[in-house]
């Protein structure tokens, strides 16, 4: 299938490839010739290392660790660009087994994309909770294209539910709301 974009600007079309467009969501930037340094900065914002919250407030989230789960590339890049640019330490799986492998006591908050081949979401989950009970309280961000009550309400009970594609600002909030619920616990 062919994206056919029509934009003004360099910045259009990157966000129309990773943001917009679930037709073009597994196109590689490189493909179509756009330095990658003009793509984090139209997907990230010109300033981009510093994150704020919804009230402008500067929030702190250097060396906090997220595991980003999805067998898609162009995902993985875009939510571990996203994550880094806020201060975040990002380890990447490709499916759910080799997340499992990768996942620490470090880890504070899971990206995790629902239908991947190998080790799906649902899996993950279960293997995860009977790994250790340390990993029980562990917020999980369900990130997938799949649309579903049933996937809101597990959503809300693991963490948070968003829609491929996501914007930047959804999923700082989610990331910050879930982080943030979790430090006033411990």
Do not use: W
């Not at 510093?50 to 906090?64: P, R, S, T, W």
């Not at 880094?84 to 620490?104: P, Q």
């Not at 963490?159 to 006033?184: C, F, I």
């Amino acid at each position: 299938m062919t994206c056919v974009l029509i934009a003004c600007n360099v910045c259009d079309v990157a966000q129309s490839l990773f943001l917009e467009s679930p037709v073009c969501q597994n196109s590689l930037i490189p493909e179509i010739g756009i330095p990658e340094s003009i793509v984090d900065l139209c997907l990230l914002g010109p300033r981009a290392h510093v994150f704020e919250d919804q009230l402008g407030n500067q929030i702190q989230m250097a060396g906090k660790q997220i595991l980003v789960v999805d067998d898609s590339q162009t995902v993985r890049v875009l939510v571990e660009r996203i994550l880094t640019s806020a201060g975040f330490d990002v380890v990447i799986a490709r499916d759910g087994f080799e997340g499992l492998e990768k996942i620490t006591s470090e880890t504070k908050l899971v990206v995790l994309d629902v239908n991947m081949p190998e080790l799906d979401g649902y899996g993950f989950c279960e293997k995860l909770n009977s790994m250790s009970k340390d990993y029980e309280q562990l917020p999980i961000v369900f990130l997938t294209s799949i649309e579903s009550k049933a996937l809101e309400l597990l959503g809300r009970q693991f963490g948070a539910y968003l829609n491929k594609p996501v914007s930047k600002d959804k999923l700082l909030a989610a990331v910050d709301d879930l982080l943030s619920r979790t430090e006033a616990t411990v």
